[in-house]
């Protein structure tokens, strides 16, 4: 049993900063890949950034540059630092974790997403 609790998302003004944090705890031997994704008003979850096991990260075009995927291990927590923020990075921003358990499964969970919303 994981559970995943997000926290950060907050009003902002355009040009503003924010991070987000996704902490995961339960039943885990470790943790594979994690990643970001936000849903808009009337628009499918995409993919923001997502950032492996070996650090190595992808992030997508409309963010590049402005956001920052890292991961803390030893804390089963990955956060997204978003900076330069547009009004059309309003979303509600889930996390999406690979937890590796002792015996050897593998499940994906989903955050229960968090508001951020950017607006003059």
């Not at 609790?5 to 944090?21: A, F, I």
């Not at 969970?109 to 003059?120: L, N």
């Amino acid at each position: 049993q994981v559970q995943l609790v997000e926290s950060g998302g907050d009003l902002v003004q355009p040009g503003g900063s924010l991070r987000l944090s996704c902490a995961a705890s339960g039943s885990i031997f470790s943790i594979d890949a994690m990643g970001w994704y936000r849903q808009a008003p009337g628009k499918q979850r995409e993919l923001v950034a997502r950032i492996a096991s070996d650090g190595s990260t992808n992030y997508a075009d409309s963010v590049k540059g402005r956001f920052t995927i890292s991961r803390d291990n030893a804390k089963n927590t990955v956060y997204l630092q978003m900076s330069s923020l547009k009004p059309e990075d309003t979303a509600v921003y889930y996390c999406h974790v690979g937890v590796i358990y002792s015996g050897g499964g593998y499940t994906a969970y989903w955050g229960q997403g968090t508001q951020v919303t950017v607006s003059s």
